[in-house]
T-cell receptor, first 114, second 114 residues
Framework: EPEVTQTPSHQVTQMGQEVILRCVPI?????FYWYRQILGQKVEFLVS????????KSEIFDDQFSVERPDGSNFTLKIRSTKLEDSAMYFC????????????FGPGTRLTVL | GESVGLHLPTLSVQEGDNSIINCAYSNSASDYFIWYKQESGKGPQFIID?????DKRQGQRVTVLLNKTVKHLSLQIAATQPGDSAVYFC?????????????FGKGTKLSVIP
């Protein structure tokens, strides 16, 4: 069964450093998403991406965040200068369409900012 | 602001009993709702969805009920099994300016007592 994969599973970084979280969406999906989940809290939408551009972004997704699809398979989330409050689980998701379509989630990357 | 929320943060049930997890939503423009299951250390896993033009949908051992009058959503799990122990999130699909985005509730932890 196809699945979304994410690497690394756990990333530890120093405050102020740049991190890149990587995702490989399901191959025939066209819509890609990033969500985050701070420990013990709900999953929060960050950004959606379609046709090589951002479709929607939340207030959380400020100038420190960027997304890219560098090739035909990877989808990345970059945080330019990490802050302590960026520590969270980051989930990538993909869907074949954008309305009435299930979003498939990856296993997540746990980001710890020290 | 409008949001999705859950009535019960924790629920303990005996193995074999039925479980009911409730969710309230406040965005009347939402037209698609999804229940996700999240096991420890994993990403959200799709359980069942329902469109706003329906009031009931059944899957294997799960049923979702939608009451648009009171903006209430519930997930019923029949013959609950130990493997059902997880956190359950309801999510509403809200159409943003460019695409749909999922807005998650905080989650209900289901514990199944053997």
């Amino acid at each position: 069964e196809p699945e979304v994969t994410q690497t690394p599973s756990h990333q530890v970084t120093q405050m102020g450093q740049e991190v890149i979280l990587r995702c490989v969406p399901i191959s025939n999906h066209l819509y890609f998403y990033w969500y985050r989940q701070i420990l013990g809290q709900k999953v929060e939408f960050l950004v959606s991406f379609y046709n090589n551009e951002i479709s929607e972004k939340s207030e959380i997704f400020d100038d420190q965040f960027s997304v890219e699809r560098p090739d035909g398979s990877n989808f990345t989330l970059k945080i330019r200068s990490t802050k302590l409050e960026d520590s969270a689980m980051y989930f990538c998701a993909s869907s074949i369409g954008w309305s009435y379509n299930e979003q498939f989630f990856g296993p997540g990357t746990r980001l710890t900012v020290l | 602001g409008e949001s999705v929320g859950l009535h019960l943060p924790t629920l303990s049930v005996q193995e074999g009993d039925n479980s009911i997890i409730n969710c309230a939503y406040s965005n009347s423009a939402s037209d698609y709702f999804i229940w996700y299951k999240q096991e420890s250390g994993k990403g959200p896993q799709f359980i069942i969805d329902i469109r706003s033009n329906m009031d009931k949908r059944q899957g294997q051992r799960v049923t979702v009920l939608l009451n648009k009058t009171v903006k209430h959503l519930s997930l019923q799990i029949a013959a609950t099994q130990p493997g059902d122990s997880a956190v359950y999130f309801c999510a509403e699909n809200i159409k943003g300016a460019g695409s749909y985005q999922l807005t998650f509730g905080k989650g209900t932890k289901l514990s199944v007592i053997p």
